[in-house]
């Protein structure tokens, strides 16, 4: 019956919608009026339709993403951080991520009472040591351990290796030939200010450069961190297109396709003023990770850029998952990105974007090249600086930042954590890349008229 009462339709082309909405615009311009230019140089236009398509977008018959909740420790004492991991455990996170300071840390204290069968366990290590990645995965066969160490990436953001190039690269093949996995973090170009396109040919370059170094990968398995920002529907499709990017270059090699995506909310936009629009902010960006498909989301507290971490901001990040998961379902529902069209336009455009850049790159002599002699340095900073100045002439608005801010707002006395970028004169070999947020000069104006 109702197949009936849709025949009685006929179809209506994409022509004729434009035609439509160009008789109701009474003599504007189409594209100066709907037509949205984004600094990735793609035009969104104000709605897309089946037949601008040479084959419909695909729509997979996989199962929901079952991504997972994950909570974030500095370990700076180990019976603390146990104590920690297991309370957030018990509120609802089913991952942890350690950040480990040091070697000296002990493993058999820090996990002491973890559920090895249900808990995905992340290290961070600010030290290069294979030894110690050992002893972590001696630690239990059972245990989902990921190690991210990505020693071009601690290159690209300290401007000097842990210890020199050859050192590294023989803790780092040490670390893989133990792990099978290889850890490439592309949320330092992010919160640096790299456009999406940048984002992703950076990382495809980055990890190329390990692909081409390894001789042992067969088997190898990367997980990819990922910064997300606010712009909806464009950080679905980056995410979408980094799976796409990723699948292209592992084939070239003969590998697994399969890559691991964990998130988190990029710090860029995030602001001292008003700073409960973070929140808000927080949680359009973990919604955008899963939407895209990520496997681990680790949310960012709304006060992380000047509180030390503290109970009511851990919980209130982890709440915002919770709810997003457990009341709105965001683990049930069967990939809804795909096969719409908007999404598969701008991440088929994002991923051909991305992939002719990162072409260039390699025709160029390659990522760490680039890195050495500050390409990829000054690029950033152009795209960081275009994205400034939007930010400065309100076009790029943060509400209570640059649009709509309460005058009454007071920060100064609340500030436990120095929220901007740090100076810290030292010689490097290569040019650091620096994460800044947009917010930053505008709030230190503010906290001197306080």
Known sequence: MSKKLFEEFSDVSSKEWK????ADLKGADYNETLIWKTNEGIDVKPFYHADEF?????????????WLICDTIFVSDVKKSNHFAKEFLSRGAQSIKFIIPSKDVSINELLIGIDAYATSLYFELQFLDSEFV??????????????????????????????????DHNHFETIINNTSTCSVDLSLYQNAGATMVQQLAYSLAHTNEYLNHLENKKDLKII?????????FFEIAKLRALRILWKSLASE??????CHIFATPT?????????NTNLLRTTTECMSAILGGSNTVNNLAYDAIYHKNNEFGNRISR?????????SYFDKVNNPADGTYYIESITQQLAEKALELFKDIEANAGFLKQLKEGIIQRKIKESAQNEQTQFNTGEDVLLGTNK??????KMKQDLELYPFVKTNPRKTLIEPIIEKRLAETSEQNRLKTE
């Open 404 to 409: 709509h801010p309460n005058p009454n707002d």
């Open 267 to 275: 710090k860029r936009n995030k602001t001292l003023y008003d700073y």
């Open 319 to 327: 709440n915002q998952l919770l709810v997003l998961k457990h009341e």
């Open 134 to 167: 050992k002893k972590l995965i001696a630690f239990s066969s059972k245990t989902k351990i990921y190690i991210l160490t990505d020693i071009v990436g601690n290159l690209a953001k300290t401007g000097n290796w842990f210890t020199t190039l050859q050192e």
């Open 253 to 258: 090699y003969n590998i697994t396709s399969d």
């Open 19 to 22: 035609q439509k909405i160009q």
């Open 224 to 232: 990819f961190t990922v910064s997300v920002g606010t712009n909806y």
């Open 54 to 66: 040479s084959s419909l977008p695909n729509v997979s018959s996989s199962l929901a993403t079952k």
